[in-house]
């Protein structure tokens, strides 16, 4: 399994070699962050700019600069575990104008961003040319702490390998 899993563990660098030896059952979410890294990392574009900001523990802004859009030429959705912004221009032919100089991208764009199975869109703004994304983590009851009572049978037992399989029976 090591070996398997260190394969599958090599672009996040050395640091997880030994990722086996803490980590119960997430070859499958390592194989998904591989597969995400690998779809979102292909043609990383420089357009148009971004910031993430951490508000706090469970709100972020992701802040996109897409002046020149209108509202209605800005598409946002969320398709398995990717948060994907689309910005759509409505084609003007530029032979009608006599630029000069022509230094302003208005260009359509595709920005994707990896997101948690838990994390939602709370809210879209769009003001002043900057597109702001609140995010929220919603911890569900079932993922947040809980105490775990431990039992006892009366007096104490050496554990040998019957006695152990039964507990685990019983559990």
Do not use: C, W
């Not at 523990?57 to 509202?71: L, P, R």
């Amino acid at each position: 399994m090591g070996n398997h899993l260190g394969n599958h563990l090599g672009l996040f660098g050395p640091g997880f070699k030994d990722f086996d030896k803490f980590f119960v059952g997430f070859e499958d979410t390592a194989k998904q962050m591989q597969t995400l890294h690998a779809d979102l990392t292909k043609n990383i574009p420089n357009y148009p700019p971004y910031n993430i900001r951490k508000n706090s523990e469970n709100h972020y802004t992701i802040e996109i600069a897409v002046a020149g859009f209108a509202q209605n030429e800005i598409d946002i959705e969320i398709d398995g575990g990717k948060l994907v912004v689309r910005g759509n221009v409505k084609q003007e032919t530029d032979d009608s104008y006599d630029y000069l100089f022509k230094g302003i991208a208005n260009r359509a764009f595709t920005r994707a961003f990896a997101i948690d199975d838990h994390i939602e869109v709370k809210d879209a703004e769009y003001f002043n040319g900057m597109l702001k994304i609140a995010l929220e983590r919603m911890i569900p009851e079932a993922h947040k702490p809980k105490k775990v009572p431990v039992k006892t049978r009366g007096q104490k037992q050496i554990l040998n390998e019957e006695t152990y399989d039964e507990a685990a029976n019983r559990l």
